[in-house]
């Protein structure tokens, strides 16, 4: 069974720094396309970033461009987002997810399976 399991969420002030991890196991990590998508209270679930099985493909939403990097360890089967210069309007529930396919990576209906999420929270 597919599994997607977020990590490293918590609480930082802003113009903090925060990393989640999501750990990926029974299936082939390496030829999935992965991405991090946001969800706040009351709005739609966002793209964030994403990166091609290969790492050698990445996308940033505007809104987070410059300041969140998106990288995987295809032997751990693990793709991180480092988080840095925060803002408290990145609060959010951030999950990951997995896609077969790249063409729409930054729709969440590109993807095929998806983490539980974790809880980031910026304020002072």
């Known amino acids: 069974q597919v599994q997607l399991v977020e990590s490293g969420g918590g609480l930082v002030q802003p113009g903090g720094s925060l990393r989640v991890s999501c750990a990926a196991s029974a299936f082939t990590f390496s030829i999935y396309h992965m991405g991090w998508f946001r969800q706040a209270p009351g709005k739609e679930r966002q793209f964030v970033a994403s990166?091609?099985?290969?790492?050698?493909?990445?996308d940033y939403a505007d809104s987070v461009k410059g300041r969140f990097t998106i990288s995987r360890d295809n032997a751990k089967s693990t793709v991180y987002l480092q988080m840095n210069s925060l803002k408290p309007e990145d609060t959010a529930v951030y999950y990951c997810a997995a896609a077969f396919t790249w063409q729409r990576s930054r729709s969440v209906g590109n993807y095929n399976h998806w983490g539980q999420g974790t809880q980031v929270t910026v304020s002072s």
């Open positions: 990166i091609s099985g290969s790492g050698g493909t990445i």
